[in-house]
């Protein structure tokens, strides 16, 4: 049969051939839970025990759904949320207008499309950014806390950054589990899920999860509701990062060790589309050689990069992209941030302890002088100094930065308060921009842009929200956004026979 000769008919038989063959070819775990050989049946299923996850569980249990659990194939809840810096962006009517700053949902979403070269979809940029401050109030109203001020954290191109009262994401993992506790969600760790069951292999409703637990165990889980992903990106994959980006060849990650993305593999298996793959972002953590990841540049302003000659490299306002490009294109592939002790008192304890001890390791550094500071680092100590007193004296002074860019509202605060601290600043895996295609519902959408009933995501298993590069602070926005909407929309699924 030539081309030419093709029927309708016979396209319908080899399409109805494949179809057989990929279900055929299917794990026999995954054929006999369509079977309707199920273990255990909940409402809804939620995967992973992150910020996005955990925030979908909370929130479909308010929503009224009777029966959640999250599966969680670390020993530990929390993912990746608790081990951040925990800043999250909003434009905030409350604290913004006390600190003189003008902000609104519209100018955040412009700069994070902007900051991702326009790549991301802004249907759900807007959704992400008009939520912000909705957001903040939702966590405050599960007990959540946030100092009275916001900063600019490094890559987040404005002062929107919210600032947890506890260090790193601890408060969110302690408000999440307790409203979780109360409203009857069950989270259950050392499960991970290995397929997603649909009645077709790319047809009809999803139903529900096959998951292992750390015995080794198989467990069919049927979801009456839906069935949330939440388990993260791909940053701990080294395969996936280096395949999509071989710039990042030699860069460790920053990320748990859970997060090698088989959960969007999964779902790319029942007819998922991952868009934005090549997208990786990498923040400053340890060189090559260097075991701490440390970080004295969590407000931009007042803290500055600088290379082994004591020269600044970059503006430390700018985009997370560029930053690594200038990190990495100094001749050693590693830098230095520089700051004096109103910034590094004004850093969580947390971060602090981790500074002493990297002094401990010779990777960080403190000083009552610039010149003593740079002799300890190891740079030039003509050349800091004389970086230092220009930073001073011409950019904070005239409210310009000539060499950079940086803008006048980072520009405020000398580096003068003795003593001075220093670390080493390198380049790690932080963030993949790459995942799951979903709308402003968080519904997972398939390559023709349809719906995959009763499947959603949110969080960094998603892509297509930040485009090339993510800004910082929107990361955990992100999670805590689209989570809720994930949560809230399956818990009104109607429930399946």
């Given at each position: 049969?030539?081309?030419?000769?093709?029927?309708?008919?016979?396209?319908?038989k080899?399409?109805?051939?494949?179809?057989?063959?990929?279900?055929?070819?299917?794990?026999?775990?995954?054929?006999?839970?369509?079977?309707?050989?199920?273990?255990?049946?909940?409402?809804?299923?939620?995967?992973?025990?992150g910020?996005?996850?955990?925030?979908?569980?909370?929130?479909?249990?308010?929503?009224?759904?009777?029966?959640?659990?999250?599966?969680?194939?670390?020993?530990?809840?929390?993912?990746?949320?608790?081990?951040?810096?925990?800043?999250?962006?909003?434009?905030?009517?409350?604290?913004?207008?006390?600190?003189?700053?003008?902000?609104?949902?519209?100018?955040?979403?412009?700069?994070?499309?902007?900051?991702?070269?326009?790549?991301?979809q802004?249907d759900?940029?807007?959704?992400?950014?008009?939520?912000?401050?909705?957001?903040?109030?939702?966590?405050?109203s599960?007990?959540?806390?946030?100092?009275?001020?916001?900063i600019?954290?490094?890559?987040?191109?404005?002062?929107?950054?919210h600032?947890?009262?506890?260090?790193?994401?601890?408060?969110?993992?302690?408000?999440?589990?307790k409203?979780?506790?109360?409203?009857?969600?069950?989270?259950?760790?050392?499960?991970?899920?290995?397929?997603?069951?649909?009645?077709?292999?790319?047809?009809?409703?999803?139903?529900?999860?096959?998951?292992?637990?750390?015995?080794?165990?198989?467990?069919?889980?049927?979801?009456?509701?839906?069935?949330?992903?939440?388990?993260g990106g791909?940053?701990?994959?080294?395969?996936?990062?280096?395949?999509?980006?071989?710039r990042?060849?030699?860069?460790?990650?920053?990320?748990?060790?859970?997060?090698?993305?088989?959960?969007?593999?999964?779902?790319?298996?029942?007819?998922?589309?991952?868009?934005?793959?090549d997208?990786?972002?990498?923040?400053?953590?340890?060189?090559?050689?260097?075991?701490?990841?440390?970080?004295?540049?969590?407000?931009v302003?007042?803290?500055?990069?600088?290379?082994?000659?004591?020269?600044?490299?970059?503006?430390?306002?700018?985009?997370?992209?560029?930053?690594?490009?200038?990190?990495?294109?100094?001749?050693?592939?590693y830098?230095?941030?520089?700051?004096?002790?109103?910034?590094?008192?004004?850093?969580?304890?947390?971060?602090r302890?981790?500074?002493?001890?990297?002094?401990?390791?010779?990777?960080?550094?403190?000083?009552?002088?610039?010149?003593?500071?740079?002799?300890?680092?190891?740079?030039?100590?003509?050349?800091?100094?004389?970086?230092?007193?220009?930073?001073?004296?011409?950019?904070?002074?005239?409210?310009?930065?000539?060499?950079?860019?940086?803008?006048?509202?980072?520009?405020?605060?000398?580096i003068?308060?003795?003593?001075?601290?220093?670390?080493?600043?390198?380049?790690?895996?932080?963030?993949?921009?790459?995942?799951?295609?979903?709308?402003?519902k968080?519904?997972v959408?398939?390559?023709?842009?349809?719906?995959?009933?009763?499947?959603?995501?949110?969080?960094?298993?998603?892509?297509?929200?930040?485009?090339?590069?993510?800004?910082?602070?929107?990361a955990?926005?992100d999670?805590?956004?689209?989570?809720?909407?994930?949560?809230?929309?399956?818990?009104?699924e109607?429930?399946?026979?």
């Amino acid at each position: 049969m030539n081309e030419k000769t093709i029927s309708r008919r016979s396209l319908l038989k080899l399409a109805s051939a494949s179809t057989v063959t990929a279900a055929a070819v299917l794990p026999s775990t995954v054929r006999a839970a369509q079977a309707d050989q199920w273990d255990e049946t909940y409402e809804i299923i939620v995967v992973g025990a992150g910020g996005a996850g955990m925030a979908a569980a909370v929130k479909a249990a308010q929503k009224g759904a009777k029966h959640v659990v999250v599966l969680e194939k670390l020993n530990f809840p929390g993912g990746n949320t608790l081990i951040s810096q925990g800043f999250i962006n909003a434009a905030d009517p409350v604290r913004q207008p006390k600190q003189g700053i003008k902000d609104s949902w519209q100018h955040h979403a412009e700069q994070t499309l902007e900051a991702g070269d326009f790549r991301g979809q802004k249907d759900r940029v807007d959704v992400l950014c008009r939520n912000a401050y909705p957001t903040i109030e939702w966590l405050e109203s599960l007990g959540m806390q946030f100092k009275p001020k916001v900063i600019q954290i490094f890559g987040a191109l404005y002062p929107r950054s919210h600032v947890p009262a506890l260090p790193k994401g601890q408060g969110y993992g302690t408000v999440l589990s307790k409203a979780a506790k109360e409203l009857g969600v069950e989270v259950r760790t050392g499960m991970g899920v290995e397929e997603i069951i649909r009645e077709k292999p790319f047809e009809g409703d999803v139903l529900g999860v096959v998951a292992k637990n750390a015995k080794g165990e198989i467990k069919r889980i049927r979801a009456t509701r839906g069935v949330v992903l939440a388990a993260g990106g791909f940053s701990a994959n080294k395969y996936l990062r280096e395949l999509h980006d071989p710039r990042v060849a030699g860069l460790g990650t920053d990320n748990l060790p859970g997060a090698t993305g088989e959960v969007a593999m999964a779902a790319v298996r029942v007819g998922g589309y991952l868009v934005g793959m090549d997208f990786i972002q990498s923040t400053p953590g340890a060189p090559a050689g260097k075991k701490m990841k440390l970080l004295l540049n969590f407000n931009v302003n007042g803290s500055i990069y600088v290379d082994k000659r004591g020269a600044r490299i970059v503006n430390e306002g700018a985009r997370r992209d560029v930053i690594r490009d200038a990190v990495l294109g100094t001749p050693e592939r590693y830098a230095y941030t520089v700051c004096d002790n109103e910034n590094f008192t004004s850093y969580d304890e947390v971060n602090r302890a981790a500074i002493m001890k990297g002094i401990e390791a010779g990777e960080a550094w403190t000083a009552p002088t610039i010149r003593e500071l740079a002799q300890k680092m190891g740079v030039d100590p003509d050349g800091l100094e004389k970086t230092i007193k220009r930073y001073n004296d011409v950019y904070v002074k005239n409210q310009k930065d000539e060499d950079f860019g940086k803008t006048a509202v980072n520009l405020t605060k000398r580096i003068d308060q003795g003593p001075f601290w220093a670390c080493y600043t390198g380049m790690t895996v932080h963030h993949t921009m790459g995942g799951l295609n979903t709308n402003v519902k968080a519904q997972v959408l398939d390559w023709t842009g349809a719906v995959i009933p009763r499947l959603y995501a949110a969080g960094e298993i998603t892509g297509g929200i930040h485009g090339t590069n993510r800004v910082g602070g929107n990361a955990v926005l992100d999670c805590f956004v689209f989570g809720q909407i994930a949560g809230e929309n399956a818990s009104q699924e109607t429930i399946a026979a």
